[in-house]
C-alpha cells in the first residue's frame, strides 16, 4: 500500500530501514517503481553482509582520530544495538585497535572492563538469540549502559535514545550514530551546548557506508546496458567524503537535525 501511494513520488527513492530486509525493499520497489537495499539477484548490494553502515562509522572514528578527537588504540566502545549495524561496527572498530567493553540488544545487555571478543559474541547471538550471558561478562541495564565510561559509544538501535533526562549522563568522547535520530532535538541542543562548555569533543558522523552503497547501487540500477564496469569496492569513497565534512561540523555544529531533511 505504501509502495503504491508514492508511485508518483518521484524525487523519493525509498531504502531500508530498521526491520526492512532484501526482500521487503524487493516488493516495495514492484510496488512503486523503485527501491534500494535489494536482493544481489536484482542488482542489490549485499549491505548487511559487507557491513557497510558499520564501515562507515568505522571510518568516522579513524577521521576523529585523524583529528586529535580519540586515540582509537585501546578506545573503549559501548555498542546499543547489536544487530548487523552494532555488530559490523563493533568488528571494524576492533580491526583498528579499538576495545568493544559492552554491548546490549533488546534482551539486555553485557559488559567487562576487560573487553570483550566481538568475534565470540557474535556468535554468542548467534546461537542463543541475544548477547545476555555471555560467558566472563556482567549483566548490563539499558539504563547503566548509557553512563558507562568509554570513548566511543555507538546507538545502532532505535531513535530517541537520549533525551533531555539521560543525556548528561553520556561520558563518551565521540558519538558515532548508527541509528536514525537517536537523540531527541533538545537533546542535541545539549550536546552542543556540552561541546561548547566543558570543551567535550562530543561529535555525531553519519554513517556514511551505507548512505553510498545505495547511492552506488541506484548509479548503476539506471545505468544498466550501457557497459560501464561497476566499481569492485563501493565504499572506497567513504573516507572522503566523511573526511571532507568532518572539519567543518566540529568547528561549527556537532549535530546535523536530520529530522528536518
Given at each position: 500500500?505504501?509502495?503504491?501511494?508514492?508511485?508518483?513520488?518521484?524525487?523519493?527513492?525509498?531504502?531500508?530501514?530498521?526491520?526492512?530486509?532484501?526482500?521487503?525493499?524487493?516488493?516495495?520497489?514492484?510496488?512503486?517503481?523503485?527501491?534500494?537495499?535489494?536482493?544481489?539477484?536484482?542488482?542489490?548490494?549485499?549491505?548487511?553482509?559487507?557491513?557497510?553502515?558499520?564501515?562507515?562509522?568505522?571510518?568516522?572514528?579513524?577521521?576523529?582520530?585523524?583529528?586529535?578527537?580519540?586515540?582509537?588504540?585501546?578506545?573503549?566502545?559501548?555498542?546499543?544495538?547489536?544487530?548487523?549495524?552494532?555488530?559490523?561496527?563493533?568488528?571494524?572498530?576492533?580491526?583498528?585497535?579499538?576495545?568493544?567493553?559492552?554491548?546490549?540488544?533488546?534482551?539486555g545487555g553485557?559488559?567487562?572492563?576487560?573487553?570483550?571478543?566481538?568475534?565470540?559474541?557474535?556468535?554468542?547471538?548467534?546461537?542463543?538469540?541475544?548477547?545476555?550471558?555471555?560467558?566472563?561478562?556482567?549483566?548490563?541495564?539499558?539504563?547503566?549502559?548509557?553512563?558507562?565510561?568509554?570513548?566511543?559509544?555507538v546507538p545502532?538501535?532505535?531513535?530517541?535514545?537520549?533525551?533531555?533526562?539521560?543525556?548528561?549522563?553520556?561520558?563518551?568522547?565521540?558519538?558515532?550514530?548508527?541509528?536514525?535520530?537517536?537523540?531527541?532535538?533538545?537533546?542535541?541542543?545539549?550536546?552542543?551546548?556540552?561541546?561548547?562548555?566543558?570543551?567535550?569533543?562530543?561529535?555525531?558522523?553519519?554513517?556514511?557506508?551505507?548512505l553510498k552503497?545505495?547511492?552506488?547501487?541506484?548509479?548503476?540500477?539506471?545505468?544498466?546496458?550501457?557497459?560501464?564496469?561497476?566499481?569492485?569496492?563501493?565504499?572506497?569513497?567513504?573516507?572522503?567524503?566523511?573526511?571532507?565534512?568532518?572539519?567543518?561540523?566540529?568547528?561549527?555544529?556537532?549535530?546535523?537535525?536530520?529530522?528536518?531533511?
Open positions: 500500500a505504501f509502495g503504491a501511494r508514492i508511485r508518483d513520488v518521484t524525487g523519493y527513492i525509498p531504502g531500508p530501514d530498521m526491520g526492512l530486509d532484501e526482500g521487503l525493499m524487493a516488493h516495495l520497489r514492484d510496488a512503486c517503481g523503485r527501491a534500494v537495499g535489494l536482493p544481489t539477484v536484482l542488482g542489490g548490494i549485499p549491505l548487511d553482509v559487507l557491513g557497510a553502515t558499520g564501515f562507515g562509522l568505522a571510518v568516522s572514528a579513524e577521521v576523529a582520530a585523524e583529528r586529535g578527537v580519540i586515540d582509537l588504540d585501546g578506545a573503549r566502545v559501548v555498542v546499543q544495538g547489536f544487530g548487523s549495524v552494532g555488530q559490523h561496527t563493533a568488528r571494524f572498530l576492533a580491526e583498528r585497535g579499538a576495545v568493544l567493553v559492552a554491548a546490549s540488544d533488546s534482551r553485557v559488559v567487562s572492563t576487560r573487553g570483550l571478543d566481538v568475534a565470540a559474541l557474535i556468535a554468542h547471538k548467534q546461537h542463543t538469540g541475544a548477547v545476555a550471558h555471555f560467558p566472563g561478562a556482567d549483566e548490563v541495564s539499558h539504563e547503566a549502559l548509557l553512563a558507562l565510561p568509554c570513548e566511543i559509544w545502532a538501535a532505535r531513535p530517541d535514545v537520549f533525551t533531555v533526562a539521560n543525556v548528561d549522563q553520556l561520558q563518551a568522547k565521540i558519538l558515532l550514530e548508527g541509528a536514525n535520530i537517536p537523540a531527541s532535538p533538545e537533546a542535541e541542543e545539549l550536546l552542543h551546548a556540552k561541546k561548547k562548555k566543558a570543551g567535550v569533543k562530543l561529535d555525531t558522523e553519519l554513517s556514511g557506508g551505507q552503497d545505495l547511492v552506488a547501487e541506484f548509479k548503476r540500477a539506471i545505468k544498466e546496458g550501457t557497459g560501464k564496469e561497476f566499481p569492485n569496492d563501493p565504499m572506497q569513497q567513504v573516507w572522503g567524503a566523511i573526511g571532507a565534512v568532518f572539519g567543518s561540523w566540529m568547528n561549527d555544529r556537532a549535530v546535523v537535525y536530520r529530522r528536518t531533511y
